[in-house]
Structure formats: C-alpha cells, structure tokens
C-alpha cells in the first residue's frame, strides 16, 4: 500500500499539471467559504451593535410616556399633553414591587453658552437617577444632589459632546455656561456613549435637576409636571410586571375610568431592542444558508472536474494498477486531490471574507466581530465537500479493469 504521502505528493503533482484547471474549480469553494465567513462575521457585528446600544442605555427599561394633545383635530403625539405629574414619580418608586428606580424627564433644545462659544443641545431635566437607569458613570466631577433638586439649584452635567464643543481641552468643571440666558454651574462630565443605533450622539446632552428645568428653563404650563419617565426594572423577567403594576397605578391615580383609554403609554425598551436582536439572528442564519449554497455548487464543480479528471487519465490509472496499486490507493488518490482543492479554496475563502468582513464593518460603522466558529465550520465544511463530491469519481477510478484501462485511448 503507497503511504498517505507519496498519495499526498502524486496528487499535487496532478494538480499543478493542470493549474487554470484547479484554479477554476477551486472558485466556487472559495466565494462559497468566503460568503459564509463574511455573512457570519457582519451578522455577528450586528447582534454586537445591537447589544453595546442595550448596554449603553441601560438595561430592564421601560419608558412611561405623558398623554397627546389635539389641535384642529391632528393629534400631536405622546409626551405633548403633561399627564403624569413628581408625585406619580414617586408613587411607582415607592409602590410598585417590580421598579427599581424611576428618573422624570423634562426636556427641551436650548443654546448653551460659554465665553464666546455657543452650541444647541438637548437640555433635559431629570434626577441622579438618571445615570443608574441609564447606566452612565461620570468622567470628571459629581452628579447633582437631592438638595440641588430640592432647591431647583441652577447647576448642569455636560456630555462629553457638549463640554468638547464648549471647552475643547479646558476642565468645564466648576465654571459658568447660560442656558437660556440663566448662569449654571458646571458640576460634571459623563463619560462618552457614542451614538445609538440611529444615529443619534448620546453625548450631545445637557442634565439639569428637573425642578430648575421646570421654574427656569421651560416654565411647565403645568407645575410639577413633565414629559415622560424612565423606569428601570428590578430585572428582565420584571418587566412584564412591572409594566402592569406601573399601568395600573396609573390609571388609578388619573381616575381613568374602565372602558377608557389611558392618558399616558408605556413602552417596553428592552423588549423593542431584544426583537432588533431576533431579527438580526434571523437574518444572518438566513443569509448563511443562502451562501452555503455556493459551497453545495463548488462541490459539485470538483465532482465533475474530478470526473473529466478519471476518464483523461484512465491510462494511468490502469498502470498503476498493473504494478500493484490496490484499490484502495487509487480511490485515495482521487479524494485527497478532491481534498486538496477543497482546503486550499478554504484557506483562500478564509482570507477573502474575513478581508471583505473588515471592509464592510468598516463601512457600516460596526464593530468588527470574527466569527471563529463561522472560521471553523466553513473550512470543515470545505473539506467535508473535498471527500463528499471526490468520493464517487474516486470509487470509480478504482473500480476500472487494468486490461481495459491500458486499451483506452
């Protein structure tokens, strides 16, 4: 029996006599594993998206929504009509089992001013709270007290968009911006976030307490109101609970009678950014199976080229026999050809997606992700259709009569 090598070494050498050939058969191996890596690879960096934006908002949100109001008969939407008022903040901290904690937002867009630098911005009045829900740590300085809630104190907390714009290099803790025409105080810098999945720079944002947004900035038609509420959950199985307990309250505080619809709507954050991730799963085992396709195709281009390859050579095929190859060596041959091709156009396929990947990711914004298992099933996927598709020639080259062989021209 000729050893795994010399079979190794024949079969190499049967290659390279015929290189546009191999070259060619090798193609269809080579996008088949280079789609599937690169398939895999930008569906993982979405599902990473994804999960740094859940992270970078906080986790087990719900956010509760103020009523619409109506003009000329078009509604304007939630938030626009102040329903929900400090004191149903309070009531859903206090009163309902599954929140942990609860932040009220009242906000608006304003032109912040320092020196001779100015820059719109988002200036939302809210509580401390609002860092725990959000999961946001200060860079420099502290976050407001309740005294300064209390006090409606006239002091602000910058995002790092904001304190770049204003400051540039210079500390912005301690020093005076106007809002509004109104002196504050800086206290902080949050870390930066970065944007959300919509293009949205988290870091372009000004936190004030919510009393001095209410007394000084917006001046609430409705003291002691505000827009909405951002209610964080005491974990992921809580917040169908929550949910309920929070509407509930809601409706009992508002007077809502039954049959009526609330003034108010709560939304589920975390469960809107779970199904982004469902889908994102869902479409990258889709666009994996349809790129697995073309390894199906690359397998059986090296079946019919292997083929061709045992009628060229049915000559030597039946001289090897005649001096005593079995048929074992023979059908060896053949696969580990069928294998050779396969592999190299896996290793091949490798490079191109994880390059096309990169590209891509780079593209897009996304965090590059490498699949290694994506890596590793399609190069044993390679392989497996190197011995699957080169099987058959391989057992019909060894079945050949040497007499016949040796009389085919």
């Given at each position: 029996?000729?050893?795994?090598?010399?079979?190794?070494?024949?079969?190499?050498?049967?290659?390279?006599?015929?290189?546009?050939?191999?070259?060619?058969?090798?193609?269809?191996?080579?996008?088949?594993?280079?789609?599937?890596?690169?398939?895999?690879?930008?569906?993982?960096?979405?599902?990473?998206?994804?999960?740094?934006?859940?992270?970078?908002?906080?986790?087990?949100?719900?956010?509760?929504?103020?009523?619409?109001?109506?003009?000329?008969?078009?509604?304007?939407?939630?938030?626009?009509?102040?329903?929900?008022?400090?004191?149903?903040?309070?009531?859903?901290?206090?009163?309902?089992?599954?929140?942990?904690?609860?932040?009220?937002?009242?906000?608006?867009?304003?032109?912040?001013?320092?020196?001779n630098r100015n820059w719109s911005t988002g200036v939302m009045g809210t509580t401390a709270?609002?860092?725990?829900?959000?999961?946001?740590?200060?860079?420099?300085?502290?976050?407001?007290?309740?005294?300064?809630?209390?006090?409606?104190?006239?002091?602000?907390?910058?995002?790092?968009?904001?304190?770049?714009?204003?400051?540039?290099?210079?500390?912005?803790?301690?020093?005076?911006?106007?809002?509004?025409?109104?002196?504050?105080?800086?206290?902080?810098?949050?870390?930066?976030?970065?944007?959300?999945?919509?293009?949205?720079?988290?870091?372009?944002?000004?936190?004030?307490?919510?009393?001095?947004?209410?007394?000084?900035?917006?001046?609430?038609?409705?003291?002691?109101?505000?827009?909405?509420?951002?209610?964080?959950?005491?974990?992921?199985?809580?917040?169908?609970?929550?949910?309920?307990?929070?509407?509930?309250?809601?409706?009992?505080?508002?007077?809502?009678?039954?049959?009526?619809?609330?003034?108010?709507?709560?939304?589920?954050?975390?469960?809107?950014m779970q199904i982004a991730v469902t889908l994102a799963n869902i479409m990258t085992i889709?666009?994996?199976?349809?790129?697995?396709?073309?390894?199906?195709?690359?397998?059986?281009?090296?079946?019919?080229?292997?083929?061709?390859?045992?009628?060229?050579?049915?000559?030597?095929?039946?001289?090897?026999?005649?001096?005593?190859?079995?048929?074992?060596?023979?059908?060896?041959?053949?696969?580990?050809?069928?294998?050779?091709?396969?592999?190299?156009?896996?290793?091949?396929?490798?490079?191109?997606?994880?390059?096309?990947?990169?590209?891509?990711?780079?593209?897009?914004?996304?965090?590059?992700?490498?699949?290694?298992?994506?890596?590793?099933?399609?190069?044993?996927?390679?392989?497996?259709?190197?011995?699957?598709?080169?099987?058959?020639?391989?057992?019909?080259?060894?079945?050949?009569?040497?007499?016949?062989?040796?009389?085919?021209?």
């Amino acid at each position: 029996m000729i050893s795994p090598a010399s079979t190794l070494t024949i079969a190499l050498r049967a290659l390279r006599a015929n290189k546009m050939r191999s070259s060619l058969t090798m193609l269809g191996i080579i996008i088949g594993v280079a789609a599937v890596i690169a398939m895999l690879s930008i569906g993982a960096a979405a599902r990473q998206r994804i999960s740094n934006e859940i992270n970078s908002m906080g986790s087990n949100l719900l956010i509760v929504f103020s009523g619409s109001t109506s003009s000329g008969g078009a509604r304007m939407g939630s938030g626009t009509d102040p329903t929900i008022s400090l004191e149903d903040v309070e009531a859903m901290r206090e009163e309902c089992p599954s929140v942990m904690d609860v932040a009220p937002i009242h906000s608006g867009s304003e032109q912040v001013v320092y020196g001779n630098r100015n820059w719109s911005t988002g200036v939302m009045g809210t509580t401390a709270s609002i860092l725990h829900i959000n999961a946001w740590e200060m860079l420099h300085g502290r976050p407001f007290t309740p005294q300064d809630e209390r006090y409606a104190a006239k002091v602000c907390l910058l995002g790092m968009t904001v304190a770049d714009e204003l400051f540039g290099d210079v500390d912005p803790v301690g020093r005076i911006v106007r809002i509004k025409s109104v002196p504050f105080r800086v206290l902080g810098v949050l870390k930066p976030k970065g944007q959300s999945m919509t293009g949205q720079d988290q870091d372009d944002v000004v936190y004030v307490p919510i009393t001095t947004a209410q007394r000084k900035l917006f001046g609430a038609s409705l003291p002691g109101m505000v827009r909405f509420v951002m209610v964080k959950a005491t974990g992921l199985h809580a917040l169908d609970s929550a949910q309920q307990e929070i509407t509930e309250l809601l409706r009992h505080r508002h007077r809502v009678a039954p049959g009526q619809s609330d003034d108010f709507t709560v939304r589920n954050l975390t469960q809107m950014m779970q199904i982004a991730v469902t889908l994102a799963n869902i479409m990258t085992i889709l666009l994996g199976a349809i790129a697995s396709i073309s390894l199906l195709v690359g397998g059986i281009g090296i079946m019919n080229i292997m083929l061709v390859s045992v009628t060229e050579r049915t000559r030597e095929i039946g001289i090897r026999i005649a001096v005593g190859a079995k048929t074992w060596d023979i059908r060896l041959q053949f696969i580990m050809e069928a294998m050779t091709l396969s592999l190299i156009g896996g290793l091949v396929g490798i490079v191109l997606g994880q390059a096309g990947s990169i590209a891509v990711c780079a593209a897009a914004g996304l965090p590059l992700n490498v699949s290694a298992t994506g890596i590793a099933l399609s190069f044993g996927f390679s392989a497996a259709v190197g011995v699957f598709f080169g099987y058959y020639p391989a057992h019909k080259a060894s079945l050949l009569n040497p007499i016949d062989a040796l009389r085919y021209e």
